[in-house]
């Protein structure tokens, strides 16, 4: 925690020397805009949707045999899915930090909440810091339209929120749906320690907080404001597909970035009355199916209003399933640094651009988004700090033939770096004390080595038969402890989350 306490002091100096003078490459591509040169009517679209918790095989092309998503099979089919695709996380936050930025969780601070939890929790005094250079920024200052739709989770007070980040507009949840009103079902590693909401517990009654409930109503909330709480969830899906196929068709003749980022198949599960009790899966399998029509609707939407070949769409989700049997083949589940934690589904389509029917075993990550969009855009990603994801367009584009930017890619769990994938070996780093989840998992002291290519299962340990490719991916793994930071010890080139000095309830931000 002593390195929060420093980022916090970093991020506050930072503040008092202008957040505007950080995000000058931002400004300077802004300004250009505005000086005429303007868009290129030949630049993509980009539609990124966003699951929260599916797992590696709850679509019916990755294995699924309970969820029916026959949108989602014939847009594999008519574009290209990924077999190695990994989150930066097993779980929300960190996950989506890495998609904004182009990061490791760790190496923007958002690795963990401001009290060690593994997300961040209503009124949160941490944020995405705004100093970030977010692919919305960069995008809005190419001229592109931005609006984001759904879950956002990198802070709920007002410097973090999406508009602070390069969207012109926001519809949607700040954090998980399952933090408001009543307590959710579901694993009990989900909520705040106990006291760790005592510091704001007071303008939590006054939100309207129950005491069955530490948080405040659930809030949806359009652009800054709180417009209903609680939200009713089962219509949720249903209005965020409302929302994006009307951005759509009010945007359709200038580049957008849409990003739609769903509250399902997170707990506590919901549907819409059409989909409800409809699947062969229970809850899981109706919402699951809900977000298969809602894609649907958004790819009918692009080819409504002649937008289909100048768009990319991407489907994916921020970390594995919850169950072992959401990710299929995969060991491990959301939370874990096993394959099922971090490895996703990753559908890409865009007709002309990106090969029908391919499937692209290549190592690719979620931090990979912002230099991939940017590339796409033609624009540069920020050359002021670092940035971690690779441009993967080769990737989209020849997905049988080009091959992953990627050395090496390292596993974290919260803070403390757990595994390192170089090629096709996969170190689980020999540690004195594992960090999990809410799962434990098959653990040596002295480490394990697995073959992801023979073995994508992580069930042969192989550590005993190659010594030097276990010390080659332990000197990597050195490298990430200095560059990054690993557990206690803060990286060098790590950077400062946000933070506010006070928090305050969303409900009652304009109160
Ligand atoms: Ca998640």
Redesign the pocket.
């Known amino acids: 925690m002593a390195g929060s306490k420093r980022n916090r002091r970093e991020f506050l100096k930072a503040m008092g020397l202008g957040a505007a003078s950080l995000a000058m490459p931002a400004l300077r591509a802004g300004a250009r805009a505005a000086a005429g040169e303007g868009p290129d009517a030949g630049l993509p679209n980009f539609v990124f949707i966003l699951a929260?918790?599916l797992g590696y095989r709850d679509i019916g092309c990755y294995g699924s045999t309970k969820n029916r998503t026959p949108n989602l099979d014939r847009m594999a089919g008519e574009g290209t899915r990924f077999s190695s695709f990994c989150s930066s996380s097993g779980?929300?936050t960190p996950?989506r930090s890495s998609l904004m930025t182009g990061c490791y969780p760790r190496r923007v601070s958002m690795h963990e909440d401001e009290r060690g939890e593994w997300v961040l929790f209503p009124v949160s005094r941490k944020g995405l810091n705004p100093s970030e250079i977010t692919v919305a920024t960069l995008l809005k200052g190419k001229g592109y339209a931005t609006h984001a739709i759904g879950k956002w989770h990198l802070g709920d007070q007002p410097p973090f929120l999406p508009r602070r980040h390069g969207f012109d507009g926001y519809f949607g949840i700040p954090y998980s749906n399952d933090m408001g009103g009543a307590p959710a079902p579901g694993p009990p590693t989900l909520r705040a320690s106990p006291g760790a909401l005592a510091p704001v517990a007071p303008a939590l009654r006054a939100s309207g907080a129950s005491k069955d409930s530490p948080y405040p109503p659930l809030p949806l909330v359009r652009d800054d404001e709180v417009i209903e709480a609680p939200v009713d969830q089962d219509t949720l899906t249903e209005r965020y597909t409302r929302e994006a196929v009307r951005f759509i068709a009010e945007h359709k003749d200038k580049p957008f970035f849409l990003y739609v980022s769903h509250l399902m198949p997170?707990t506590p599960l919901h549907s819409g009355e059409r989909f409800r009790g409809k699947s062969a899966n229970g809850k899981y399998g109706d919402a699951v199916e809900e977000l298969d029509w809602s894609t649907g609707e958004i790819l009918a939407a692009l080819k409504a209003h002649g937008c289909d070949g100048k768009t990319l769409v991407i489907f994916t989700s921020?970390?594995g399933g919850v169950r072992p049997d959401n990710n299929g083949p995969l060991n491990g589940t959301?939370g874990s640094t096993l394959e099922g934690g971090h490895r996703v589904p990753f559908i890409v389509r865009r007709p002309g651009r990106v090969p029908a029917g391919k499937v692209c075993p290549e190592l690719a990550t979620m931090m990979d988004i912002l230099p991939t969009f940017a590339a796409l855009a033609g624009l540069e990603p920020p050359r002021d700090r670092v940035i971690d994801g690779k441009d993967i367009s080769a990737l989209l584009e020849k997905p049988e033939t080009a091959k992953t930017p990627y050395d090496v890619f390292f596993y974290y769990f919260m803070g403390q770096l757990q595994a390192v994938r170089s090629g096709r070996w996969k170190l689980h780093l020999p540690l004195a004390k594992k960090r999990h989840g809410w799962h434990l998992e098959p653990y040596e002291e002295k480490g394990m080595l697995f073959d992801l290519e023979a073995d994508a299962a992580e069930s042969v340990n192989r550590i005993d038969k190659h010594p030097d490719i276990v010390a080659r991916l332990t000197a990597l793994a050195a490298r990430a402890r200095e560059d990054i930071g690993d557990d206690g010890r803060d990286g060098k080139n790590q950077r400062p989350a946000g933070w506010v000095e006070a928090a305050r309830p969303l409900t009652l931000a304009r109160g």
């Open positions: 929260d918790d779980v929300c996950s997170h921020d970390n959301k």
